[in-house]
């Protein structure tokens, strides 16, 4: 049993708590919780949005044939669902049963970043969205940022609707706003935003305007936050 934490935050592994059904296995998974404790498995596999309830019983799934790279997953407090699929170049937003709403980026066109598709070197150039897209977060006033990626080096803003409002970012290794490979990122109730700068073994932190703040430094290849 693995358990982890002190006090009163202890938490158990629980084994086999996902009750799939016969056949069925995960890929690499990105997981939220809506406001039902319905929990929602990302994954790539053969059925890529499988839904749960909290004891781990199936629900349903959806998606298959149409989500082939899952790579991050975010939850609004409207339980609407933003999914980047990475090597399709777009990110998604859904309702929980799975009707789409907004689609960010064009499938399968790339961003041109000059990038060799070699994960170990940056992308040549920064450029519009997106290239490989890998995480999504949205701030209080329902804004989002999206992570980009393995082949882009920036953090884009989108408005609630999907107009984007602005980038930043450039490829490089230790300047404050230079990223290789911003894996993940999340957006504190202050408005800030952490960036999972993974090739570069640190967290960058920026204000929403995408103004360099500060970094945490000494990590090995931080993926999320």
């Known amino acids: 049993m693995v358990r982890v934490g002190a006090g009163t935050h202890v938490y158990e592994q629980m084994e086999s708590w996902e009750k ?19 929990v ?9 949005l499988i839904v749960l309830d909290r004891d781990g019983n199936f629900l349903n799934s959806w998606g298959e044939g149409q989500l082939p790279d899952a790579h991050g997953m975010f939850i609004d407090g409207e339980d609407n669902l933003y999914m980047p699929v990475k ?3 777009v990110v998604l937003k859904y309702r929980p049963n799975g009707d789409l709403l907004m689609t960010l ?10 990038w060799s598709g070699d994960y ?9 969205p997106f290239n490989r897209p890998s995480d999504v977060a949205l701030d209080g006033a329902g804004d989002l940022y999206i992570s980009d990626g393995y082949g882009n080096a920036r ?3 989108f408005s609630a609707g999907g107009e984007l409002l602005f980038s930043w970012g450039e490829p490089g290794k230790t300047g404050p706003g230079e990223f290789h490979v911003p894996h993940g990122v999340w957006v504190h109730t202050d408005g800030r935003v ?3 700068d993974r090739e570069n073994n640190r967290i960058q932190i920026f204000s929403a305007d995408g103004e360099f703040l ?11 936050i």
């Open 20 to 38: 799939l059904p016969e056949g069925w296995v995960l890929g690499q998974t990105a997981i939220v919780t809506d406001s039902q404790d319905r």
């Open 214 to 224: 500060d970094q945490w430094t000494g990590l090995a290849r931080p993926c999320d």
């Open 40 to 48: 929602y498995l990302f994954n790539r596999g053969e059925h890529p």
């Open 194 to 196: 952490f960036v999972a």
């Open 120 to 128: 170990s070197e940056p992308a040549k150039q920064a450029a519009g």
């Open 155 to 157: 953090v884009h803003k």
């Open 87 to 89: 090597n399709s170049h």
């Open 105 to 114: 980026g064009e499938w399968d066109k790339p961003s041109d970043t000059g």
